[in-house]
């Protein structure tokens, strides 16, 4: 894809769930593994159009740490689930970099990392299908 191209996509919001306690017992004012999740991304550099925010819950407490990845009313939604803080960030980054290089959010199969193949948790349809 040019530059043009890519400019003229929409911007890209990573969400991360910040109040994931994966069930374990997080002692109060413990860092919850959402948020080190997240603390391990906002480290990294996002692609270019992409921003990062923390979001309060995304309704997945059973399948661990998740994130959700939309980019404007053209593209699919998804949202992924049984992250590891301290080892799936750049798995994340990986994904999210694929997902914002395209203009319906459709990332081919054999592009997705296995995580991403074997923990979607849901596929949104575009606002203008």
């Known amino acids: 894809m040019s530059d043009p191209e890519r ?3 929409p911007p890209v919001e990573l969400l991360v769930c910040v109040k994931c306690r994966r069930e374990l017992d997080v ?3 413990g860092i919850r593994p959402g948020e080190a ?3 391990a991304l906002a480290d ?3 692609p270019e159009g992409v921003t990062l925010k923390a979001v309060e819950c995304l309704s997945n407490c059973s399948s661990g ?3 959700a990845v939309r980019g404007g009313p053209t593209r699919w ?3 992924y689930g049984n992250l590891i803080e301290t080892e799936d ?3 994340v980054l990986d994904g999210v970099t694929k997902y914002a290089a395209t203009a319906d959010g459709l990332v081919p199969w054999r592009e997705r990392s296995d995580h991403f193949r074997k923990n979607c948790i849901a596929r949104i349809p575009p606002q203008e299908f």
């Open 7 to 9: 400019a003229a996509l």
């Open 27 to 29: 002692p109060e004012g």
């Open 37 to 39: 999740l997240h603390a």
């Open 44 to 46: 990294r550099v996002m």
């Open 65 to 67: 740490c998740s994130v």
């Open 77 to 79: 939604t998804y949202v």
């Open 89 to 91: 960030a750049d798995t």
